[in-house]
């Protein structure tokens, strides 16, 4: 099969594509011949090694002290069954599904094999290859934050930094979905996107101040990292809360205490990757209430332009990668009239 390795950290160039076996699933594992994927900021992170100031070390140790441990990136995709090992109940061949690898990664490839059980989930038929692909990585991490850790309710205001991104643009939807008051900041060309997407007031972040006096939120959500606390506390009310979920180093460390010590409350940390997790938002997308923004799509020979798009660090959403296999004998339309018709409650 084909696929895309990196063996040093770097630009776009580490990026080589190879040809490598394809795998064979284990009894309780699933092969997927891979559809769509995404280049995500988790690819980013782990291609370039870049962290927040102070944490590079801690970059390696995640990533690969010498070089990558995982050589294969992509962190969600959408696809087919091809095979299932022989334990393997629930999925069949030809099922269509939405995967989510996360920090396993290994979805830059025509194949790629998860345990059955794992962060695997059938694909809505009305949802396309594309979408679905795009849906994991922003909408886990959103729902993650705002619902299981931040605990938003309907009617709280929320101010939500990096609305244009892939994680914000999950955030302003799922915020509005749970029916908070959503003030979104993104630049001016994103504005009406992001107001599209639900966003009740939206802040040019380069025309206007972020944090304005006299305004005050329940939450502040900062999905890009240039909101620190010493900023971001004046805009929270009493018993509010500040989410990072990109931030600066210090804020991870000593966010908790200084927030405390306002009578606010910082949440922080990792996003769970965990399949009632993409269960839900998935869902979510079914039902309609969530739509993955697609920036652009690429060919899977152009894997590197991809990575290029994410370098700028300006994508709107989610950059979306068709893998077409050189082998592969239906067409995407084929295959999407062959998804299964998946009944949500
Ligand atoms: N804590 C966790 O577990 C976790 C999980 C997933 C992701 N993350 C982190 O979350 C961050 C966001 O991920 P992502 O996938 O959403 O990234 P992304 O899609 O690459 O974000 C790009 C967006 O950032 C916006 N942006 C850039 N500078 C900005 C600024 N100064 N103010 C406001 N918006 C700005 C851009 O909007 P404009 O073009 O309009 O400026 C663009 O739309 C990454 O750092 C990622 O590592 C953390």
Redesign the pocket.
């Given at each position: 099969m084909l696929a895309y390795s990196y063996k040093q950290y770097g630009s776009p160039d580490v990026i080589k594509q190879v040809t490598l076996p394809q795998p064979t699933p284990k009894p309780n594992e699933v092969l997927i011949r891979i559809f769509a994927t995404t280049v995500?900021?988790?690819d980013?992170?782990a291609r370039s090694l870049t962290m927040p100031k102070g944490l590079g070390i801690m970059g390696r140790v995640v990533f690969g002290l010498r070089g990558p441990r995982k050589p294969i990136l992509g962190t969600e995709f959408s696809g087919v069954i091809e095979a299932v090992g022989a334990n393997v109940t629930h999925y069949q061949t030809s099922d269509a599904v939405i995967g989510f690898p996360g920090a396993a990664f290994g979805a830059h490839a025509e194949f790629i094999t998860m345990p059955a059980n794992g962060k695997l989930t059938l694909k809505p038929d009305n949802i396309s290859f594309e979408h679905a692909a795009a849906i994991p990585?922003?909408a886990t991490?959103a729902y993650d934050?705002l619902v299981n850790k931040a605990k938003l309710q309907r009617g709280e205001t929320v101010l939500i930094?990096?609305?244009?991104?892939?994680?914000?643009s999950a955030c302003v939807q799922i915020a509005k979905h749970l029916g908070a008051h959503v003030t979104a900041?993104?630049?001016g060309?994103?504005a009406e996107m992001v107001r599209t997407l639900g966003a009740d007031h939206v802040i040019n972040?380069r025309a206007q101040n972020?944090v304005e006096k006299g305004t005050q939120y329940d939450m502040v959500v900062d999905?890009?990292?240039?909101l620190p606390w010493a900023k971001a506390k004046h805009a929270i009310k009493r018993g509010g809360k500040m989410v990072?979920?990109?931030g600066i180093t210090s804020d991870m460390f000593f966010g908790s205490l200084k927030a405390r010590l306002a009578g606010k409350k910082m949440v922080?940390?990792?996003?769970s990757e965990d399949r009632d997790i993409l269960e839900a938002v998935v869902i979510l997308a079914h039902q309609g209430v969530f739509q993955p923004v697609i920036d652009r799509s690429y060919a899977f020979e152009d894997m590197k332009a991809a990575h290029a798009h994410?370098d700028t660090?300006?994508?709107?959403?989610?950059v979306v990668v068709t893998v077409t296999s050189q082998d592969r004998t239906r067409s995407p339309i084929e295959m999407e009239l062959q998804s299964k018709d998946v009944v949500y409650a």
């Open positions: 995500s900021a988790g980013w992170r990585f922003g991490t934050f930094n990096g609305a244009s991104g892939s994680v914000g900041v993104c630049s060309g994103n972040y972020v999905t890009v990292g240039t990072l979920i990109a922080g940390g990792v996003a994410v660090g300006r994508k709107k959403g989610n």
